[in-house]
């Protein structure tokens, strides 16, 4: 009889042992009974006999993780704090019933004619195994992904290229399918379990060499990965908000180096981390110079320079897009006249209302001041705090213009892949003339015929609770800019109180970036320090609280961490549970773990390098 250490897969239960009568190999999947039931496990070693009597494995599948597989699983659970069995539960396993195309070369792939700056870029990136290809909106880096993706081909290598968001796949699909044909398949989470059975076969016997998609697809059990490709690297998306709480741009570093593969980083607007860890490769040209014009105007509802815009571009039988931010799930004082958000003197993070408990709370450090009446940078009174959402925006625009059609563009509207192709082709296809939406339009799309891009509600995102507000702020201005002009003449109008803060950067986001840094640096902020939140959540606030001070107790222990602050959550109850949180800091990675790992129980859960902190 042997006996194996398991997890089970997806679950956050600890390891079980179960006993077999034959031989097993590590990474098996295997079905095995637990309690009622029986539910997939895989093995992870082999142990000696129990004291206790060990149950049977019922039965061993086709399906295994290879050792690599497992490798990575490790890190993401001890890393993201999750178990082995959630960790593990992000992989595709491979099949051994299928048997793999032993070397699969194509010599015969036409590729894309590059301009000279991209052959540079191109030659560049050959000769680097981990790179950050910044390259301005419009630039051309998908003809150079492609040639790249071409170039693993002819080595007999597969391809994985992410992209943040599924709204993306539509275009990228038909442009990557032109190329490499059935060679290619895209992966996302709003697939059928048939459409995914069908690839997972291509991808099994070799015929799928180039997986595209959102993060999940960097789990797929490719052979022989050669490239690997995170487009717009900057973005949110690649960050799970849900356990395991991993980045898929810092996992799929890690896979590179696992597996031995080449990792490009991507973006017009590079995160300040990848910025500072990576070799930048620049492709700082547009493909097709055309002149864009910025107009900034006041205010923060649609005005008649917005409305007047939209209609003038409509009656040339151009298309527009407007861009709204996201209803934030709490609101911030924020002036009118000057653009600015009333700032913690301590962390230099935007200030939540609390109407209710009639004062201005610093969700970093917990610092509180009653509600201003006035702003503190130019004394303009009253301060707002509301602001208009897509529907309204709708409303306004439909009713001031006579015949115009609005694609409505945000994750209301665009809920399942068919929606989205829809949408999109209904654009394309020039049967609406206005996109409105809200952070989805920044992703990348590329359209030749919006001439017009209006940009509200930016002031709003500089001034949120956030370190990266800033950051955030300013990648949105350049990727929403450069969704118009691709092949003609455009203008930008950016409605904002503090037009100076965008002007000094039009066009050179790197500039911005250095700037920017040393800011991070003073502050005491990634990259120059890393960050750790831990949530507690529970329906009776008095054992949160507590679970909360007893964490903090602990954490006090432990040297070269900093407490940054703890209490109440920005967002105070979700789903009839209150929510507290603790927020820490450390210059390095190593005593911030170290303190997490000695203070982790099921109580609590935490979020390493978090880019959320509502």
């Known amino acids: 009889m042997f006996f194996y250490k398991t997890f089970l897969i997806g679950s956050n239960v600890p390891s079980l042992t179960y006993a077999s009568q034959e031989e097993l190999q590590v990474g098996a999947v295997v079905s095995v009974p637990l309690k009622s039931s029986t539910k997939n496990a895989v093995i992870i070693e082999e142990v000696s006999q129990p004291s206790f009597t060990a149950l049977e494995v019922c039965e061993v599948t086709a399906h295994y993780y290879t050792s690599k597989q497992l490798e990575i699983a490790k890190f993401i659970s001890e890393y993201y704090f999750s178990s082995w069995g959630e960790a593990i539960s992000l992989f595709v396993p491979y099949d051994k019933n299928i048997e793999p195309v032993v070397k699969y070369e194509n010599n015969d792939i036409k590729l894309p004619q590059l301009t000279q700056a991209q052959q540079q870029v191109y030659d560049a990136l050959l000769h680097k195994d981990r790179a950050l290809l910044f390259g301005v909106t419009g630039a051309g880096k998908t003809e150079v992904f492609i040639s790249l993706m071409g170039k693993m ?176 799930n709490f609101k911030y004082l924020y002036c009118e006249n000057c653009g600015k958000t009333h700032l913690c003197p301590y962390c230099s993070v935007g200030m939540a209302l609390h109407r209710n408990h009639k004062h201005l709370k610093c969700h970093y450090c917990n610092y509180t001041e009653a509600i201003r009446e006035s702003c503190s940078y130019c004394g303009h009174s009253p301060l707002r705090s509301e602001r208009m959402g897509t529907q309204e925006a709708i409303e306004v625009i439909e009713e001031a213009i006579e015949g115009i059609k609005v694609e409505k563009f945000d994750k209301d509207s665009i809920t399942t892949a068919n929606k989205l192709k829809q949408a999109l082709r209904r654009f394309e296809n020039k049967e609406s003339d206005l996109l409105l939406g809200t952070q989805m339009l920044s992703k990348g799309h590329d359209y030749a015929d919006i001439t017009l891009s209006v940009i509200m509600g930016l002031d709003h995102i500089l001034g949120l609770a956030d370190y990266r507000a800033r950051e955030r702020t300013m990648s949105l201005f350049f990727q929403i800019a450069g969704r118009s002009g691709r092949a003609k003449a455009s203008e930008v109008i950016v409605q904002t109180g503090d037009p100076d803060f965008f002007k000094s950067y039009v066009g050179d986001y790197e500039l911005f970036i250095k700037e920017e840094l040393s800011f991070l640096e003073m502050m005491e902020y990634p990259p120059y320090a890393s960050l750790a939140r831990i949530l507690i959540a529970h329906k009776d606030e008095k054992k949160v609280a507590k679970i909360t001070l007893d964490t903090v107790a602990k954490l006090k222990s432990f040297e070269e961490i900093e407490i940054v602050g703890h209490g109440k959550a920005p967002v105070e109850k979700i789903a009839n549970k209150y929510r507290y949180h603790i927020l820490l800091r450390a210059k390095s990675r190593v005593p911030l773990l170290k303190s997490l790992h000695g203070v982790d129980c099921k109580e609590i859960e935490i979020d390493m390098d978090p880019v959320e902190f509502s």
């Open 153 to 328: 081909l002819q080595e007999g290598k597969a391809t994985i290229f992410l992209m943040p968001e599924i709204s993306l796949t539509p275009q990228m699909e038909k442009r990557l399918q032109r190329y490499f044909g059935e060679q290619v398949a895209m992966w996302h989470s709003k697939l059928t379990k048939k459409k995914k059975e069908s690839i997972l076969e291509g991808i099994y016997s070799g015929q799928v060499r180039i997986v595209a998609g959102a993060r999940s697809a960097l789990f797929v059990p490719l052979q022989d990965i050669g490239l690997i490709i995170v487009d717009e690297e900057h973005d949110d998306s690649y960050k799970a908000m849900t356990r395991p709480r991993y980045h898929a741009r810092d996992v799929a570093v890690l896979m590179g180096q696992k597996l031995g593969a080449k990792v490009l980083l991507a973006s017009a607007t590079p995160s300040m981390t990848s910025y500072t860890k990576y070799d930048v490769v620049k492709l700082d040209k547009p493909f097709i110079q055309t002149n864009k014009r910025y107009t900034f105007i006041s205010g923060d509802t649609i005005n008649n320079v917005i409305l007047n815009a939209v209609s003038k571009n409509y009656q040339r039988g151009e298309q527009s897009l407007l861009f709204l931010p996201t209803r934030g």
